[in-house]
C-alpha cells in the first residue's frame, strides 16, 4: 500500500517561499511510470495542479504557476519537494502531494491527506 506524507510549515509571510516535502512510503518514486504530483484546494475553490516530477526525474508545472515553481526530489530518502517561491495570500490552500498513474485509467490513484498552508503576515 502505498502511502504520502506532507509536511512543512502551515504559515509563509507574503514575498517568501513555500515549501512542502511529501514523504513516500509503500513504494519507489523511480518506479516506472508514476508521476509524483502537487495539487492544491484554495479555500471555496477548486482544485489546481501544480506540476510533477516524473519517475524519471523530469519535471512539468503549471503554465500560470511556472516561474515560481520547482518541484525536486531525493531519491536516497524517497521524498520529493515542492518550493512556490514569492508567495501571497492567493497561494493561501491545502496542497496534496498526489501519484499520477498514467496506465489504462488515468488516474490520481493515491493521495496525501493534505497539509494547509496560509500565506499571511
Known amino acids: 500500500q502505498v502511502q504520502l506524507q506532507e509536511s512543512g510549515p502551515g504559515l509563509v509571510k507574503p514575498s517568501q517561499t513555500l515549501s512542502l516535502t511529501c514523504t513516500v512510503s509503500?513504494?519507489?518514486?523511480?518506479?516506472?511510470?508514476?508521476?509524483w504530483s502537487w495539487i492544491r484546494q484554495p479555500p471555496g475553490k477548486g482544485l489546481e495542479w501544480i506540476g510533477y516530477?516524473?519517475?524519471?526525474?523530469?519535471?512539468d508545472y503549471n503554465p500560470s504557476l511556472k516561474s515560481r515553481t520547482s518541484i525536486s526530489r531525493d531519491t536516497s530518502k524517497n521524498q520529493f519537494t515542492l518550493q512556490l517561491s514569492s508567495v501571497t495570500p492567493e497561494d493561501t490552500a491545502v496542497y496534496y502531494c498526489?501519484?499520477?498513474?498514467?496506465?489504462?485509467?488515468?488516474?490520481?490513484?493515491?493521495w496525501g491527506q493534505g497539509t494547509q498552508v496560509t500565506v499571511s503576515s
Open positions: 498526489v501519484r499520477f498513474d498514467p496506465g489504462w485509467v488515468p488516474s490520481y490513484d493515491y
Open positions: 509503500g513504494g519507489s518514486i523511480t518506479t516506472s511510470v508514476y508521476y
Open positions: 516530477i516524473a519517475y524519471s526525474g523530469s519535471t
